[in-house]
């Protein structure tokens, strides 16, 4: 029998361990988790996506915090980590931890500097986390398996600042990395919040903000930027300065 139910942020709840007679291992993670009741209970609880940012070393950005996999003890336990490049047959077993400590952690820094090809391109990793245990009373094994999808996003980095004077040089508003999110979309307002441009990912390649409005050159000034760059990425905000 399989149960299913949603841990909320403001509402985290723990299931009841009264009636637990044998083994019993918790993964605490937001989202959804999973029961599976055989001879002894197994519980393992899971966040179906976490999105973490890969780092661009030109510019000294550290690479993701670890994830944490707060664990409450269980005795006899383990709990194995792979992980697969989604839509391919890359991937490795990356160990076992031992889940009688309180907390454990997974670097995905580990996996972002082994493959290093990756960099620059989002993609996703699924790993899959196995909980060992055996039964108390009759000694036998007892498994759960749940599944973590990573979406590694790169960061884009927009300009603070054009120059549109037509001498070449910052004649256009460059925004670094955007090529990765081809549905993104990119508006720009004035003072008063109206919108005096807006494009998309794939459109800003072919035709990028250089300063007019309605084919007319904007005013000197500063403005305010919206991008959302994909769902999982989010809306980001910020100011770019027109000097003429």
Not at 59 to 74: C, F, H, K, Q, R
Not at 212 to 240: A, C, H, Q, V, W
């Amino acid at each position: 029998m399989f149960l299913t139910n949603t841990l909320l942020i403001s509402r985290l709840t723990y299931p009841s361990l009264t009636r637990v007679k044998s083994f019993l291992l918790l993964v605490f993670l937001l989202g959804t988790y999973v029961s599976s009741w055989a001879q002894c209970p197994v519980w393992v609880a899971t966040e179906k996506k976490v999105v973490v940012f890969s780092p661009n070393r030109l510019i000294g950005e550290p690479y993701p915090n670890p994830i944490p996999i707060p664990v409450n003890g269980a005795q006899n336990a383990d709990i194995k980590w792979t992980w697969t490049l989604a839509g391919t047959n890359r991937g490795q077993e990356i160990g076992v931890t031992d889940s009688t400590r309180l907390n454990t952690t997974f670097d995905i820094q580990k996996i972002i500097q082994s493959h290093q090809d990756l960099e620059g391109t989002s993609f996703t990793l699924t790993y899959f986390i196995t909980g060992v245990g055996k039964d108390a009373t009759t000694g036998q094994p007892c498994q759960s398996f749940a599944t973590i999808d990573v979406v590694v996003l790169v960061k884009i980095h927009p300009y603070n600042a054009i120059t549109p004077n037509s001498d070449d040089t910052n004649d256009e508003w460059f925004i670094d990395y955007l090529y990765n999110y081809p549905d993104a979309n990119i508006v720009i307002f004035d003072r008063w919040g109206q919108p005096v441009f807006e494009s998309t990912g794939y459109q800003y390649e072919e035709k990028p903000f250089k300063g007019k409005f309605n084919g007319k050159d904007l005013p000197s000034g500063t403005y305010m930027y919206r991008i959302t760059p994909s769902e999982e990425y989010g809306t980001i905000y910020g100011n770019l300065t027109i000097v003429r």
